[in-house]
Nanobody
Framework: QVQLVESGGGLVQAGGSLRLSCAAS????????MGWFRQAPGKEREFVGG????????YYIDSVKGRFTISRDNAKNTVYLQMSSLKPEDTAIYYC?????????????????WGQGTQVTVSS
């Protein structure tokens, strides 16, 4: 049974930083691409970015490029989302997800398992 468990969310002031973690279990972590999504109140879930199975390539949406960094530690079965220069519009529930389409982590429909989410609130 695949499980993805996010942690690290919280309240931060605009301009601050947070690092989210997602611990995975249930299948061979290093064989899958990983992604981060977010959902703000009243909005649809949005793809934030993803990282290939090896960590050698990553993809980000334009609104977070240069501010967010996704990394992974395959020895710890964990993927991270380092967020800096946070803005109030980054406020959302953040979810990690896993995809067998490791080389194409930008394909949103490829994600087949999701975590329960962690709340990130950025105050102005």
């Amino acid at each position: 049974q695949v499980q993805l468990v996010e942690s690290g969310g919280g309240l931060v002031q605009a301009g601050g930083s947070l690092r989210l973690s997602c611990a995975a279990s249930g299948r061979t972590f290093s064989s899958y691409g990983m992604g981060w999504f977010r959902q703000a109140p009243g909005k649809e879930r949005e793809f934030v970015g993803g990282i290939s199975q090896s960590g050698g390539s990553s993809y980000y949406i334009d609104s977070v490029k240069g501010r967010f960094t996704i990394s992974r530690d395959n020895a710890k079965n964990t993927v991270y989302l380092q967020m800096s220069s946070l803005k109030p519009e980054d406020t959302a529930i953040y979810y990690c997800a896993q995809t067998p389409l490791s080389g194409r982590v930008y394909i949103v429909g490829g994600y087949d398992y999701w975590g329960q989410g962690t709340q990130v609130t950025v105050s102005s």
